[in-house]
């Protein structure tokens, strides 16, 4: 199993950029696919990016493709997400997430193993 602890998080002008970093504990973290998820205050718990094993598939929400960007370093055992050109409505509570089974999934469900999430806020 994986324990995901997320970083990274914190206050941004609009039209700037974050990168988070999730660094998973255990030996089997090239075995997972990586999800980043975020929830807003109000809101329900929404999908953002997922990343295969290897590295080589991605998925994104639509409400981010083009400016958030997920990689990972299975050789440091983290997964990342870039976020460019931030918008007020990407505040939220960002969380990492590792699943063996569902591939890149977009929905919460498929993922196992799930960090306490990093508060992004973007300012207007």
């Known amino acids: 199993q994986v324990q995901p602890v997320e970083s990274g998080g914190g206050l941004v002008q609009a039209g700037g950029s974050l990168r988070l970093s999730c660094a998973a504990s255990?030996?089997?973290?090239?075995?997972?696919?990586m999800g980043w998820f975020r929830q807003a205050p109000g809101k329900e718990r929404e999908f953002v990016a997922a990343?295969?094993?290897?590295?080589?598939?991605?998925t994104y929400a639509d409400s981010v493709k083009g400016r958030f960007t997920i990689s990972r370093d299975n050789a440091k055992n983290t997964v990342y997400l870039q976020m460019n050109s931030l918008k007020p409505e990407d505040t939220a509570v960002y969380y990492c997430?590792?699943?063996?089974?569902?591939?890149?999934?977009?929905?919460?469900?498929?993922?196992?193993?799930w960090g306490q999430g990093t508060q992004v806020t973007v300012s207007s």
């Open positions: 990343i295969s094993w290897s590295g080589g598939s991605t």
């Open positions: 255990g030996h089997t973290f090239s075995s997972y696919c």
């Open positions: 997430a590792a699943n063996a089974r569902h591939g890149t999934s977009r929905y919460d469900w498929a993922y196992d193993y």
